[in-house]
T-cell receptor, first 111, second 114 residues
Framework: RKEVEQDPGPFNVPEGATVAFNCTYSNSASQSFFWYRQDCRKEPKLLMSVYSSGNEDGRFTAQLNRASQYISLLIRDSKLSDSATYLCVVNSYNAGNMLTFGGGTRLMVKP | NAGVTQTPKFQVLKTGQSMTLQCAQDMNHNSMYWYRQDPGMGLRLIYYSASEGTTDKGEVPNGYNVSRLNKREFSLRLESAAPSQTSVYFC?????????????FGEGSRLTVL
């Protein structure tokens, strides 16, 4: 089982739609969680950290469910510019407490 | 605002050839990393350097060596390239050792080994 698993998608949604992605992680002792965004053939960039209490940044909301070991990303009012791959990132004690990246979920927002 | 700069951006090698990927950051970060990204696999950590003068293995270090030349520069060397090393390589840096800080990535180096 991969340490961090994501549905690769693609998720095809119309502009203005609300879309949600989940990411599951296997290490119950993981402490730090992030969502990164990666545009096609570009480098990943931090979208937001995920806090235990959940957090919101404009149209983006991140949630952490420790009991079920998953994090989620909700995007409201999708824009064409939201089209990208969203990477779930978790710290992993199996890799010297380094960050472990999921394979990413691809989102395509259509006009 | 260069951030993290990697060279070369593209490279084609034959099996058995050697090469070095260069990385430099201008943000005065302490920690630097090399990742590889393969389709469906996510980014995997090859080596990292928590601070100047130290390097440690990541998840997939076999076939690679690194040098932290100074605080700014962290190079990745393939001594004898293999087709399995065909990938996109990303250098990254952070102020502190991950997972405490945001990772800043270079634009990537696309390597093909024939």
């Amino acid at each position: 089982r991969k340490e961090v698993e994501q549905d690769p998608g693609p998720f095809n949604v119309p502009e203005g739609a609300t879309v949600a992605f989940n990411c599951t992680y296997s290490n119950s002792a993981s402490q730090s969680f992030f969502w990164y965004r990666q545009d096609c053939r570009k480098e990943p960039k931090l979208l937001m950290s995920v806090y235990s209490s959940g957090n919101e940044d404009g149209r983006f909301t991140a949630q952490l469910n420790r009991a079920s070991q998953y994090i989620s990303l909700l995007i409201r009012d999708s824009k064409l510019s939201d089209s990208a791959t969203y990477l779930c990132v978790v710290n992993s004690y199996n890799a010297g407490n380094m960050l472990t990246f999921g394979g990413g979920t691809r989102l395509m927002v259509k006009p | 605002n260069a951030g993290v700069t990697q060279t070369p951006k593209f490279q084609v090698l034959k099996t058995g050839q050697s090469m070095t990927l260069q990385c430099a950051q201008d943000m005065n970060h302490n920690s630097m990393y090399w990742y590889r990204q393969d389709p469906g696999m996510g980014l995997r950590l090859i080596y990292y350097s928590a601070s100047e003068g130290t390097t440690d293995k990541g998840e997939v270090p076999n076939g690679y060596n690194v040098s932290r030349l100074n605080k700014r520069e962290f190079s990745l060397r393939l001594e004898s390239a293999a087709p399995s090393q065909t990938s996109v390589y990303f250098c990254a840096s952070s102020e502190g050792l991950a997972p405490t800080g945001e990772l800043f990535f270079g634009e990537g180096s696309r390597l093909t080994v024939l």
